[in-house]
């Protein structure tokens, strides 16, 4: 018996010199013919599955207290990058050579396993050896620390920034400090730094490390460089496109400093390897996403600015449409362009003009983006929204589709809409160019429509209807060949035949009377001059009348305003001599219309000024009358107190009249004419009504109460026959009986507001949603 424990004790220590892992060791001196004794041994007693077990736990057991904790050990905070360089060097090292003192031992349990029956993996892998890197894997990576990658993080940087500048220090002197290393150029550490850098990938890749260890820091870190590269090659440029030069950067700098890293130095992967070459393709796929996604976020957040420079930030639109196709960012841009035009523009600080021309570059912008315009129309709803309820925006539109000069970009539509329009009613919808709407776009409108709505029309919709821009148009219209004492009848004929070209014929007739009523006009003022009865009124004074066609022109401001009685003469003798020459037809005088050329003289002083016939009947009073209180005035020119209060103030900025006490004025004889000089230095604080540009037409508020007005009598025959009915009701009697003619539409929203100022003005009653005539 005793023998017999010798014997097996004599066996046991032969197994621990060939594996002295179970002693807590990894030296061994144990021979290929020593342990071919060892393993018959090992075999005779039938323990090779038990012996090959237990190594295995001495080795999972040896990993985990010494070898794992040694590697982590020097995973310690670094602030330095260059430390952090030297301590995940140091510790690669260290760990690639205690995975190489395991080597006698992993030949010879190779050797016991292929002995063993069960064909058992090991750790999920066939052979030893990649059982036991399985198992330093997962025992490294059971005992991670939670700051594990600042030091790989450090590594990574150092030795990027070597190979991102490796070319710009070729040309340097010795004086000059090294873009890679950051050591004078005569210290340069840049080759040390590449040597360690390929060295320890390549051990990390024989303990297939590489990717479980420093993968995620590594993507973490490329991804960093990609964002600042980006924001220092991209912000505030807009003129040049740098998606190619992005995806160039990409491909010669990251990804082949990422080749370096899986093939150990070299440039080019092995083309047999196809692990390694799956690798580095998957890591571009990431990489090269990450980079569309991280420019076209960087893009959107400056979209705004981009659009208001269109079209010489097209470059910027043209790589978000690129990328848009590679990204899923589209919600993200209407999302946020939305909320940018709503902050920046759709508030009360921003002028109209200025909301129209950053509307008109979006709709540039964003069909360039997506000619689809389903980004386009979901992201301007509120700006559709907001200018709808702006009581200038039809006069700032159409103001600038008839503006001269090349900064009028609505006039430059209306002028390129013309010329285009013939050339797109002879295309024809190619069928092999048919592209499906994107998915997010509203199944509702038709894509053709969408597509087919220019920037003039996308204006038009804003209100739905056409009728509001012509009459707006109208009373610019008027307004301007009131104001224009020379009026260029050619330039706004062009006008007219480009409007009716977009807006149709039969909407601009009522304006292409307007412009004959101008040129009539001249011919009948050149005959009534040379009427007899009427040259001789004309001694002391000259006069041209605009005879208008009063059905055809928009109403004008009622304003009232008493003439000198030698200007009424004139005016009625004028008119004889037109009864005279037109057979039935008379005049309607205006005499608050209109331009007066007068000539004044005080003292040494002597003034030609052009004056409106107000503030011209004012100044011809003082003649006859040197001092007057603003109750006479009021009294001889049938005008409100407060309006001569306000338009005095024109001839006391000229120094002409002066205020001698509260409302009481006096003429400024010639010797006064050099001490009220100082009431012009008050004119910058006076409103001087001649320098305004009031329109003398009616505003579209005022006609269209107006023209509500029509309705009344049908309202009140209704109520008076029906007693009371609700709101819908009337409206949708006054559809079938009351709008028959055009331009009496009345909406449900109008009609409240209407009957609202009747009910505030007791002239109806509401009462539980009914409305009633009050009783008497």
């Given at each position: 018996?005793?023998?017999?424990?010798?014997?097996?004790?004599?066996?046991?220590?032969?197994?621990?010199?060939?594996?002295?892992?179970?002693?807590?060791?990894?030296?061994?001196?144990?021979?290929?013919?020593?342990?071919?004794?060892?393993?018959?041994?090992?075999?005779?007693?039938?323990?090779?599955?038990?012996?090959?077990?237990?190594?295995?736990?001495?080795?999972?057991?040896?990993?985990?207290?010494?070898?794992?904790?040694?590697?982590?050990?020097?995973?310690?905070?670094?602030?330095?990058?260059?430390?952090?360089?030297?301590?995940?060097?140091?510790?690669?090292?260290?760990?690639?050579?205690?995975?190489?003192?395991?080597?006698?031992?992993?030949?010879?349990?190779?050797?016991?396993?292929?002995?063993?029956?069960?064909?058992?993996?090991?750790?999920?892998?066939?052979?030893?050896?990649?059982?036991?890197?399985?198992?330093?894997?997962?025992?490294?990576?059971?005992?991670?620390?939670?700051?594990?990658?600042?030091?790989?993080?450090?590594?990574?940087?150092?030795?990027?920034?070597?190979?991102?500048?490796?070319?710009?220090?070729?040309?340097?002197?010795?004086?000059?400090?090294?873009?890679?290393?950051?050591?004078?150029?005569?210290?340069?550490?840049?080759?040390?730094?590449?040597?360690?850098?390929?060295?320890?990938?390549?051990?990390?890749?024989?303990?297939?490390?590489?990717?479980?260890?420093?993968?995620?820091?590594?993507?973490?870190?490329?991804q960093m460089r990609i964002e600042s590269h980006i924001q220092k090659l991209c912000t505030g440029t807009f003129?040049?496109?740098?998606?190619?030069?992005?995806?160039?950067?990409?491909?010669?700098?990251?990804?082949?400093?990422?080749?370096?890293?899986?093939?150990?130095?070299?440039?080019?992967?092995?083309?047999?390897?196809?692990?390694?070459?799956?690798?580095?393709?998957?890591?571009?796929?990431?990489?090269?996403?990450?980079?569309?996604?991280?420019?076209?976020?960087?893009?959107?957040?400056?979209?705004?600015?981009?659009?208001?420079?269109?079209?010489?930030?097209?470059?910027?639109?043209?790589?978000?449409?690129?990328?848009?196709?590679?990204?899923?960012?589209?919600?993200?841009?209407?999302?946020?362009?939305?909320?940018?035009?709503?902050?920046?523009?759709?508030?009360?600080?921003?002028?109209?003009?200025?909301?129209?021309?950053?509307?008109?570059?979006?709709?540039?912008?964003?069909?360039?983006?997506?000619?689809?315009?389903?980004?386009?129309?979901?992201?301007?709803?509120?700006?559709?929204?907001?200018?709808?309820?702006?009581?200038?925006?039809?006069?700032?539109?159409?103001?600038?589709?008839?503006?001269?000069?090349?900064?009028?970009?609505?006039?430059?539509?209306?002028?390129?809409?013309?010329?285009?329009?013939?050339?797109?009613?002879?295309?024809?919808?190619?069928?092999?160019?048919?592209?499906?709407?994107?998915?997010?776009?509203?199944?509702?409108?038709?894509?053709?429509?969408?597509?087919?709505?220019?920037?003039?029309?996308?204006?038009?919709?804003?209100?739905?209807?056409?009728?509001?821009?012509?009459?707006?148009?109208?009373?610019?219209?008027?307004?301007?060949?009131?104001?224009?004492?020379?009026?260029?009848?050619?330039?706004?004929?062009?006008?007219?035949?480009?409007?009716?070209?977009?807006?149709?014929?039969?909407?601009?007739?009522?304006?292409?009377?307007?412009?004959?009523?101008?040129?009539?006009?001249?011919?009948?003022?050149?005959?009534?001059?040379?009427?007899?009865?009427?040259?001789?009124?004309?001694?002391?004074?000259?006069?041209?009348a605009m005879i208008l066609s009063a059905q055809f022109w928009p109403p004008f401001k009622d304003e009232s305003?008493?003439?000198?009685?030698?200007?009424?003469?004139?005016?009625?003798?004028?008119?004889?001599?037109?009864?005279?020459?037109?057979?039935?037809?008379?005049?309607?005088?205006?005499?608050?219309?209109?331009?007066?050329?007068?000539?004044?003289?005080?003292?040494?002083?002597?003034?030609?000024?052009?004056?409106?016939?107000?503030?011209?009947?004012?100044?011809?009073?003082?003649?006859?009358?040197?001092?007057?209180?603003?109750?006479?005035?009021?009294?001889?020119?049938?005008?409100?107190?407060?309006?001569?209060?306000?338009?005095?103030?024109?001839?006391?900025?000229?120094?002409?009249?002066?205020?001698?006490?509260?409302?009481?004025?006096?003429?400024?004889?010639?010797?006064?004419?050099?001490?009220?000089?100082?009431?012009?230095?008050?004119?910058?604080?006076?409103?001087?009504?001649?320098?305004?540009?009031?329109?003398?037409?009616?505003?579209?508020?005022?006609?269209?109460?107006?023209?509500?007005?029509?309705?009344?009598?049908?309202?009140?025959?209704?109520?008076?026959?029906?007693?009371?009915?609700?709101?819908?009701?009337?409206?949708?009697?006054?559809?079938?009986?009351?709008?028959?003619?055009?331009?009496?539409?009345?909406?449900?929203?109008?009609?409240?507001?209407?009957?609202?100022?009747?009910?505030?003005?007791?002239?109806?009653?509401?009462?539980?949603?009914?409305?009633?005539?009050?009783?008497?």
């Open positions: 018996m005793t023998t017999k424990c010798d014997e097996l004790k004599v066996y046991w220590n032969k197994i621990n010199y060939a594996f002295p892992i179970l002693t807590d060791s990894l030296f061994t001196d144990c021979t290929a013919a020593e342990y071919e004794e060892i393993q018959q041994i090992i075999i005779g007693l039938g323990i090779q599955i038990k012996i090959r077990d237990l190594v295995f736990v001495h080795v999972e057991k040896y990993l985990r207290q010494h070898v794992a904790p040694s590697f982590w050990a020097k995973f310690i905070k670094a602030e330095e990058e260059v430390k952090g360089f030297q301590l995940f060097k140091s510790a690669v090292n260290d760990l690639y050579e205690s995975a190489s003192n395991f080597l006698p031992i992993l030949s010879n349990l190779t050797i016991l396993c292929n002995s063993c029956c069960d064909n058992k993996l090991i750790f999920g892998e066939r052979d030893v050896t990649s059982g036991f890197k399985q198992l330093l894997r997962a025992t490294l990576l059971s005992q991670l620390p939670l700051d594990f990658h600042v030091i790989i993080n450090h590594f990574y940087k150092v030795s990027f920034n070597v190979f991102d500048n490796e070319y710009e220090n070729s040309d340097m002197g010795e004086d000059v400090m090294c873009a890679g290393c950051w050591n004078e150029y005569s210290d340069c550490n840049c080759a040390y730094i590449v040597k360690v850098f390929h060295d320890t990938n390549r051990k990390l890749m024989e303990l297939q490390l590489l990717e479980r260890l420093t993968g995620q820091v590594l993507t973490n870190f490329i003129d040049v496109s740098h998606i190619g030069f992005l995806e160039s950067w990409l491909d010669t700098t990251v990804m082949s400093w990422l080749t370096r890293i899986y093939c150990a130095g070299s440039s080019k992967p092995p083309s047999d390897d196809k692990n390694i070459l799956n690798a580095i393709s998957k890591f571009k796929q990431k990489l090269s996403y990450y980079l569309y996604h991280s420019y076209t976020k960087l893009r959107i957040d400056q979209l705004f600015n981009i659009i208001i420079e269109y079209p010489d930030s097209q470059p910027a639109v043209d790589d978000i449409k690129l990328c848009l196709d590679k990204t899923d960012l589209r919600p993200t841009l209407c999302k946020k362009l939305q909320n940018a035009l709503e902050t920046r523009l759709l508030h009360p600080g921003v002028n109209t003009p200025d909301i129209l021309t950053a509307y008109i570059s979006t709709i540039r912008a964003l069909r360039h983006l997506e000619p689809s315009g389903v980004i386009l129309e979901a992201v301007t709803k509120p700006v559709r929204s907001y200018l709808r309820n702006r009581e200038d925006t039809v006069r700032s539109v159409v103001s600038s589709l008839t503006e001269d000069g090349a900064g009028s970009e609505l006039a430059e539509e209306l002028a390129k809409f013309a010329t285009e329009n013939d050339d797109e009613n002879e295309k024809e919808e190619a069928w092999d160019e048919w592209v499906p709407d994107p998915v997010d776009a509203d199944p509702k409108v038709n894509s053709n429509d969408r597509k087919a709505n220019d920037i003039i029309s996308m204006l038009v919709n804003v209100y739905g209807s056409k009728e509001l821009f012509v009459n707006e148009y109208r009373t610019l219209l008027a307004d301007r060949l009131l104001a224009q004492s020379v009026i260029n009848t050619e330039k706004e004929i062009r006008y007219l035949e480009l409007l009716k070209l977009r807006f149709g014929e039969s909407q601009l007739h009522f304006c292409e009377v307007m412009l004959k009523d101008v040129s009539d006009s001249k011919r009948i003022n050149a005959l009534i001059q040379q009427d007899k009865n009427f040259e001789g009124l004309s001694d002391n004074f000259t006069s041209n305003l008493e003439l000198p009685e030698e200007i009424k003469q004139h005016f009625d003798a004028y008119t004889k001599a037109y009864e005279a020459l037109k057979g039935n037809r008379t005049l309607s005088w205006k005499p608050h219309l209109g331009n007066v050329n007068i000539e004044i003289e005080i003292g040494d002083k002597k003034l030609d000024l052009t004056v409106s016939p107000f503030n011209a009947t004012l100044i011809m009073h003082f003649q006859n009358k040197p001092e007057w209180s603003l109750d006479e005035l009021h009294q001889i020119m049938k005008v409100p107190i407060t309006i001569l209060r306000r338009k005095i103030t024109y001839w006391q900025s000229l120094g002409i009249v002066a205020e001698k006490s509260s409302d009481f004025y006096v003429l400024v004889d010639g010797t006064d004419v050099n001490k009220s000089n100082v009431a012009v230095n008050q004119v910058q604080e006076m409103i001087c009504e001649d320098e305004e540009t009031e329109s003398v037409m009616a505003s579209a508020h005022d006609q269209r109460e107006d023209e509500l007005q029509v309705f009344w009598s049908y309202i009140v025959g209704m109520l008076t026959n029906l007693d009371s009915l609700s709101l819908e009701r009337i409206h949708q009697m006054l559809k079938m009986f009351a709008s028959q003619a055009p331009g009496t539409e009345c909406s449900l929203q109008e009609l409240r507001q209407f009957l609202d100022i009747k009910v505030r003005t007791h002239q109806l009653v509401l009462q539980a949603g009914m409305y009633k005539l009050p009783r008497s």
